[in-house]
C-alpha cells in the first residue's frame, strides 16, 4: 500500500482492495447466524473468503509487471568509511553513479528512467547511497545531515521507485520546507527520504503480507544505526511511515534507535497494539478523512502459506498510539504543503509535543 500522485506514495487502489467492511461489521445483507458456535464460524469463514478475494485481485499486478525488461545500471558507488567529513564525497560518487545510470537507460531506450536518474545526478542532490538497478533504491539528504538537531525519516509506501520517485522527493522537499519555517532560532533540520526497500505494488499479493517489509527491517535499522554516527549527539530522530512503510517501521521498532515514530494512512503494523511493538520511541498515528485505507479490513488471519493482512487499525482506541488530526487528508495528502497533518508531522519531528493537534 502507499502508490500516490504528486505528493506522496498512493492513487485510489482497485475496488477490491477498499470494500467497506471492517472485522467489527460484518455485511448487514448476511443472514443472521444460529445460536451456538456457528457465529464465530460464519465470522472466522467471511474473513477467510475475503482476505481470498483481495489476493486474488492482486494476483494481476505482479503477473503484469513481470513482463517489463531489465533496465542495465551499474553497480553501487564503492565509498569508504561514512563519517560527516566524508559525506560531500559520498554525495558525489552516488550522483556520479546516478549520471552513468541514466546514460545506461538511456541507451537502453528507456526514457523515464533515464530521466529519473538524471534528475537524482544533479548537483543539488545529496545522494547518501543509490542503486540503480532493477526498481532502484535511493537515500538522500534534504538538509545538512552532519549538524541536524532534528532529523525526519520517510519511509514510503507501494508503487514507490525510481520511476516515482520525483512524487517521493516533492513529499520529503514539502516536509523540509515545514520544518525550516517551523524550527526554533539556532536548530537545524534535515530530512531523509529513504527509499532503500524494494516497495510492493499496490495491486499485489505482497501488500497483504508483511513478506517485504520483514526484509526491509534491517536495512532501515542499518540507516537509523548509520545516522546516529553521522548526526550530533543531541539529534533527535523521528520515523515518518506512510501506509505499507509503516508496516516496515512495525517490524523494525523494538530495535529502532529513534525518539518518534508516526504511522499515517497505515493499513496496520501487524501488531495488536502500540505497547507490543516494543518500541522506546512515542508511537504516533494519523488517517485523514478521505483516506481509503479506513475501508481495509484491520484483519489478521492464516490463509493458504502465509499469513495477511495487518490486524489492529493503528488509529483506534484499542491500538494506544497518539492519534493526532489529518484532517481531510486523502490517502496521499498527508505532505501536502498547508496541510494539518504536514504541520503536525513537522512538530512531532520537532519534538514540539505540545503543540500536535490530537483527534
Not at 129 to 145: K, N, Y
Not at 246 to 266: E, N, Q, T
Amino acid at each position: 500500500m502507499g502508490h500516490a500522485p504528486p505528493h506522496t506514495t498512493d492513487p485510489q487502489p482497485p475496488t477490491a482492495l477498499t470494500p467497506h467492511l471492517h472485522e467489527d461489521h460484518p455485511q448487514p445483507t448476511a443472514p443472521p447466524a444460529r445460536a451456538g458456535r456457528a457465529g464465530p464460524r460464519r465470522r472466522h469463514a467471511w474473513r477467510r473468503a475475503l482476505l481470498a478475494t483481495l489476493l486474488t485481485a492482486a494476483i494481476v499486478g505482479p503477473l503484469s509487471g513481470a513482463a517489463r525488461p531489465g533496465i542495465p545500471a551499474p553497480a553501487p558507488a564503492v565509498l569508504g568509511p561514512l563519517t560527516p567529513a566524508a559525506l560531500p564525497t559520498a554525495y558525489a560518487a552516488n550522483r556520479a553513479n546516478a549520471g552513468e545510470a541514466a546514460r545506461m537507460a538511456a541507451a537502453h531506450g528507456d526514457t523515464r528512467r533515464a530521466a529519473a536518474d538524471r534528475a537524482l545526478a544533479a548537483p543539488s542532490r545529496h545522494l547518501l547511497a543509490f542503486d540503480g538497478r532493477g526498481p532502484g533504491l535511493a537515500t538522500e539528504v534534504l538538509g545538512d545531515l552532519a549538524r541536524a538537531d532534528r532529523v525526519a525519516v520517510l519511509v514510503p509506501g507501494s508503487d514507490t521507485s525510481l520511476d516515482t520517485y520525483a512524487r517521493f522527493h516533492r513529499a520529503a522537499a514539502a516536509l523540509y520546507g515545514d520544518l525550516a519555517h517551523r524550527a526554533p532560532a539556532g536548530t537545524r533540520v534535515a530530512v531523509v527520504a529513504w527509499l532503500g526497500y524494494r516497495t510492493p505494488a499496490t495491486v499485489s499479493t505482497a501488500v497483504a503480507t508483511t513478506g517485504r517489509a520483514d526484509r526491509a527491517a534491517p536495512r532501515l535499522r542499518a540507516l537509523v544505526k548509520r545516522l546516529r554516527d553521522l548526526t550530533p549527539a543531541r539529534a533527535r530522530i523521528a520515523l515518518l511511515c506512510h501506509s505499507y512503510g509503516s508496516v516496515v517501521c512495525g517490524r523494525s521498532a523494538h530495535a529502532l534507535d529513534v525518539d518518534d515514530i508516526a504511522l499515517v494512512g497505515s493499513p496496520g503494523t501487524a501488531a495488536r497494539t502500540a505497547a507490543g511493538l516494543r518500541a522506546n520511541a512515542r508511537i504516533w498515528a494519523a488517517r485523514g478523512g478521505g483516506d481509503w485505507v479506513a475501508h481495509v479490513p484491520h484483519v489478521r488471519a492464516d490463509l493458504l502459506f502465509t499469513t495477511v493482512g495487518f490486524g489492529t487499525d493503528p488509529v483506534s482506541r484499542g491500538f494506544g498510539a497518539r492519534v493526532f488530526d489529518a484532517a481531510g487528508a486523502d490517502h496521499s495528502g498527508y505532505f501536502l504543503p498547508g496541510s494539518v497533518s504536514l504541520a503536525n508531522l513537522a512538530l512531532i519531528t520537532l519534538g514540539e509535543t505540545s503543540e500536535v493537534t490530537r483527534a
